[in-house]
Each structure stands twice: as structure tokens, then as C-alpha cells.
């Protein structure tokens, strides 16, 4: 821990951005219009339902900026809950990441990068889930060769996924003639704001990944809140110009009936078999980049945790490849999870499980700030919230109506996924037993 304390401050201001940029957008704003479409019943909501997921998502980053500058630990979340809150909420918090939210997440990319491809390469409809099991074991490969193949491929999917969006945003709004607003997307059931919300914080997840960076930020005071907000205003921006295009282009019901395929044949119709194909080369690109990214760092998680010893097997999680060093234990049981996830879910299920399964936890993060901040009143020099308490309290009451309306619409999911983290309450209660009686044998 000491080590990763004394990382060196290299990062500013715009490399923090392009990284707030980098770990939001992946493959959420191709995947999830015709969700949302069809949850909220029109345009209008539609869209308005992308914005408040942006509030949300911005009051969050905002709020967690202030808890990560005070508590500049590497493990993000985990070892938010586990400095705040104590360690058994520390380990369930890592216990869900690593049963739940990572191999959904990472299965879900998969899948919508299968479906993509299949649809590309005129392949049967059953072959998707074949494709993204496949790439999820070359992924899982290469990134278990060293850490510069990983970061090989994030680079180059980087510029790849920007092009897409920005191409089908600026033409779209121009050359698109379909009605924007006020447009009935065809579904008159099972109408849910809560789902549609739930469905753009899949596209907006990962700005809890910008806290990580902290310490290793040149001014993190300075340069952190000011990047999480600049990436996220662009990230706004961009989702909500990709929305406005589809819809100039693309009949709501017709986006809602293409569901994953419905950004590359909006770019079909924009620039010609040809240029479709090319900007649907470039989403492929993206997904595949972000699922890269995540079977790159996920396996952290669980591999810092059973180091120490705080999960069943930490023996084979916690090995080390001994040439490359990359942790093979923890990467192959992630992606061996994901692989079976992905057998019995559909992406969009699996997203909503991934989002559910950790929302919890991102709420006591955010609730953090008024713990730490009754602890610590020397903070003068720290960053601090803006709009204190109301942006914090927006972020909070964005994840507490999220749960509640997944917990009404989803029922079967959000079970499972509390079931999932309660199981995780006498696994630890056992294994901190088991230390409990190694540490004494070791000191008798």
C-alpha cells in the first residue's frame, strides 16, 4: 500500500479529462436508445430520461471527487466502503464487484459486441453469444500477457469510438429529416422511468473509475473536480447529440425494433453501404476496446482482496503470472463468470443486474462526504463538493429511486443480486475466522 501511495504525480488537467472521456463512453450510447425508447414511450421522455441519468452521473462524480481526495487509496469503491464504513462493508462491496458487477458488465460487453458482429458479418443469429464468448477468452488472454497489450489495444479503441459518435451526431442532425420530438416509440406497456434512468447510467458507468487517478494527479485538489466535470459535460453533450441524430434519422418505433443494430444502420442510411460499414467497424471498435478495459482492470479487484485472504480460493486468486506479471487467478475466474452469465442473461439484463448490484454501494459512497466531513474539520486545502449539501443529496436520491423502481420492475434480478451480496456476509464471517486462527497459530 505504501508503494501505490508514492506513485508519481505526473497526470493533469487534460490527460484527466480524456481519461474521465475514455472509461464513460463505451458501448452504452449504441446499444441503449431503443431501451430507453421503449421504457419511456416517446422522444420527449426518452431524452429527458438521458439527461437526468447525466445529472445524476455528474452529481455523483462530483461528490466522489470529494472522497477520493481525502481517501487516495488504489481499490476506488472498495476501499471508499471499507475506510468509511469498516471492513465487513468493505468486503461486501469487493464481494459483489467480483460476483456480480464485473462478470455482468464484462458479459454484457461481450454479447452486444457479438450481436454487432454477427449482424456485420451475416452470420446466424444463435452465433453471437459463440463470438462474445470467444472474445472474452482472447481478451482475457492477451491482457494476461502484460499490461502493454492491454494498453495497446485501449489506445487504438480510444480514437476508434470517438469517430462513430461524432460522425453520426454532426450528420445526423443535418441531414436527417424524421421528427425529433414528441414521437410515440410504438411500446404502450410496461412503461417505467426508473428502467429508462437505469438504462443510461449503463452508458454513463464508469466515472467512478476517474477517482482511482488521484493519487497520482499533479494538483488533484484542483485538477480532479474540474475534469470529472469537463469529461462529463462532454459525455452529455455527445449522448444527447447521438439521441437527437437517431431520431432525425430513424423512425422512434424503427430504433426501438433494430435495438443494438440501430447506430450502424443509421450510419448506413447517412453515408452509403460503404461508410456504414466503416462506422460500423468503428463501433465494433469501441465495444471491443471497452471490454478490453474492463477485463483489464476488474480482475484487480478481486486479486487485491484475496491477497488478503478475503476470499474463498485467495490461494489460486492471488497467483501471478510469473513472467508477465499479470494476476491469472483472478482474470480466469472473471471471465469463466462472465462466460456463464452470459449463457443464461441477455445483455440488457445483465447491464441492469451489473448497475443494481453495485448502486447500493455507490450510494454509501456518496453518503461518505457527510461522515468525513464531520471527522475531518481541517479541509480547507482539500476540494470540496460544490453546492454542498444539495449535490451530494441529488446523488443520493438518484441511486435511492433507481433501487426502488428496479426493485418494483425487475424483482427477479434485484433479488438475485441482493441474494448474491448476502451470501457474501458468512463467507466472510467464516474466512475472517479462519485468518482469526492462522494469525494465532503463527504467533504461538
Keep these: 500500500m505504501e508503494k501505490e501511495m508514492k506513485l508519481k504525480r505526473n497526470i493533469g488537467f487534460f490527460v484527466s479529462t480524456s481519461l474521465v472521456i475514455g472509461t464513460v463512453i463505451g458501448s452504452g450510447i449504441f446499444m441503449k436508445p431503443g431501451v430507453v425508447l421503449s421504457a419511456t414511450g416517446n422522444s420527449n421522455m426518452a431524452l429527458l430520461a438521458w439527461i437526468i441519468g447525466g445529472i445524476i452521473t455528474l452529481a455523483s462524480g462530483l461528490t466522489i471527487a470529494e472522497v477520493s481526495v481525502k481517501i487516495p487509496k488504489t481499490g476506488g469503491l472498495y476501499a471508499y466502503i471499507e475506510e468509511v ?46 463470438i462474445g464468448i470467444v472474445t472474452t477468452i482472447l481478451l482475457a ?69 476517474v477517482g482511482f487517478m488521484a493519487g497520482e494527479m499533479k494538483n488533484p485538489a484542483k485538477d480532479l473536480p474540474r475534469a470529472i466535470i469537463s469529461g462529463l459535460l462532454v459525455v452529455i453533450i455527445a449522448y444527447l447529440s447521438v439521441n437527437i441524430a437517431m431520431l432525425h434519422v430513424l423512425p422512434a418505433d424503427q430504433i426501438v425494433e433494430l435495438g443494438p443494430n440501430a447506430a450502424s444502420t443509421a450510419a448506413t442510411l447517412l453515408f452509403g453501404e460503404i461508410g456504414g460499414k466503416i462506422l460500423a467497424i468503428g463501433i465494433l471498435i469501441s465495444i471491443f476496446g471497452c471490454l478490453n478495459g474492463k477485463i483489464l482492470t476488474f480482475p484487480r479487484i478481486p486479486y487485491a482482496m484475496a491477497v488478503r485472504g478475503l476470499l474463498p480460493g485467495s490461494k489460486f486468486l492471488s497467483g501471478i503470472h510469473p513472467k508477465f506479471n499479470t494476476p491469472v487467478g483472478a482474470t480466469v475466474v472473471q471471465a469463466v463468470i462472465a462466460i456463464v452469465m452470459m449463457i443464461f442473461w441477455n445483455p440488457d439484463r445483465l ?42 443529496l441529488v446523488a443520493i436520491g438518484g441511486t435511492a429511486y433507481i433501487i426502488i423502481s428496479t426493485l418494483m420492475n425487475a424483482p427477479a434480478d434485484t433479488l438475485f443480486s441482493i441474494g448474491i451480496t448476502l451470501i457474501g456476509l458468512p463467507i466472510y464471517w467464516k474466512l475472517k475466522e479462519k485468518n482469526k486462527s492462522t494469525s494465532n497459530l503463527k504467533a504461538s
Excluded at 122 to 127: D, Y
Excluded at 372 to 390: A, F, G, M, T
Design 85 to 130: 464504513y469498516g471492513k465487513t462493508w468493505g468486503f461486501l462491496c469487493g464481494w459483489v464487484q467480483t460476483i456480480v458487477y464485473g462478470p455482468a458488465v464484462i458479459g454484457a460487453l461481450a454479447l452486444y459486441f457479438g450481436t454487432l458482429m454477427a449482424d456485420f458479418f451475416h452470420f446466424p443469429k444463435g452465433s453471437s453469444l459463440i
Design 351 to 392: 447491464t441492469d443486474m451489473a448497475i443494481f448490484a453495485v448502486l447500493l454501494f455507490y450510494g454509501l459512497s456518496f453518503n461518505a462526504v457527510f461522515l468525513l466531513r464531520k471527522k475531518d474539520k481541517n479541509e480547507s486545502r482539500l476540494y470540496k463538493v460544490p453546492l454542498y449539501p444539495i449535490t451530494p
Design 141 to 209: 488472454g492477451l491482457n494476461l500477457l502484460g499490461t502493454k497489450f492491454g494498453g495497446f489495444i485501449q489506445t487504438a479503441s480510444t480514437i476508434g469510438k470517438l469517430i462513430p459518435i461524432i460522425l453520426i451526431a454532426v450528420f445526423g442532425m443535418f441531414k436527417g429529416d424524421a421528427a425529433v420530438f414528441n414521437v410515440e416509440s410504438g411500446n404502450i406497456q410496461n412503461l417505467s422511468m426508473g428502467a429508462a434512468i437505469l438504462a443510461t447510467l449503463w452508458a454513463y458507468d464508469g466515472w467512478m473509475n
